[in-house]
T-cell receptor, first 115, second 116 residues
């Protein structure tokens, strides 16, 4: 069965520091992978997605993620974190016919940013 | 573009009553809508998938008679929690996918349901 694991429940970084949020997936076929961010009072916003091609994916707000098939990972990175990046981050894999039909989410990683 | 709204944002009801939550795609036609449930500090769990004009497809373990989903138009889907009980208290989130961008779901801000 498909699954997504985000090992870190909570991460705290200082503003300006680099960030890496881990995501591991279990999926039998070529995965369709997503990172979403959830801020209080707002809906989940898509940061980036990977379907195929270049394994380093650029997203919005300065985020990027790298797909590593050998490690079944899709880690999210940002070189310099801003205070406004404090939020909940979810990694997700799509399953079902067409590959993008249904999303399975990881448990999420809550990011806190110290000034 | 690709904005999804939900109404209400918060609702409190008494046990045994029914509550309807609306999900609207504001600037695109949503051929498919999804309903999720999120428990505190946990992830989103897919409840059901609905295609416009068709019956919803429920995930295993979700009671279709308790969580009624209607997707009568390309911009509106509703979730009705019937005979609500305190254990139904949760954060309900919808998402929508259009025919032109079938690889991405756009999420609403969620509805906090509290059943007393």
């Amino acid at each position: 069965a498909q699954s997504v694991t985000q090992p870190d429940i909570h991460i705290t970084v200082s503003e300006g520091a680099s960030l890496e949020l881990r995501c591991n997936y279990s999926y039998g076929a070529t995965p369709y992978l997503f990172w979403y961010v959830q801020s209080p009072g707002q809906g989940l916003q898509l940061l980036l997605k990977y379907f195929s091609g270049d394994t380093l994916v650029q997203g919005i707000k300065g985020f990027e993620a790298e797909f590593k098939r050998s490690q079944s990972s899709f880690n999210l990175r940002k070189p310099s974190v801003h205070w406004s990046d404090a939020a909940e981050y979810f990694c997700a894999v799509a399953r079902g016919s067409g590959g993008y039909n249904k999303l399975i989410f990881g448990a999420g990683t809550r990011l806190a940013v110290h000034p | 573009g690709a904005v999804v709204s939900q109404h209400p944002s918060r609702v409190i009801c008494k046990s045994g009553t029914s509550v309807k939550i609306e999900c609207r795609s504001l600037d695109f036609q949503a051929t498919t809508m999804f309903w999720y449930r999120q428990f505190p500090k946990q992830s989103l769990m897919l409840m059901a998938t609905s295609n416009e004009g068709s019956k919803a497809t429920y995930e295993q373990g979700v009671e279709k008679d308790k969580f009624l989903i209607n997707h009568a138009s390309l911009t509106l889907s509703t979730l009705t929690v019937t005979s609500a009980h305190p254990e139904d208290s949760s954060f309900y989130i919808c998402s929508a996918r259009g025919s032109e961008s079938t690889d991405t779901q756009y999420f609403g801000p969620g509805t906090r349901l509290t059943v007393l």
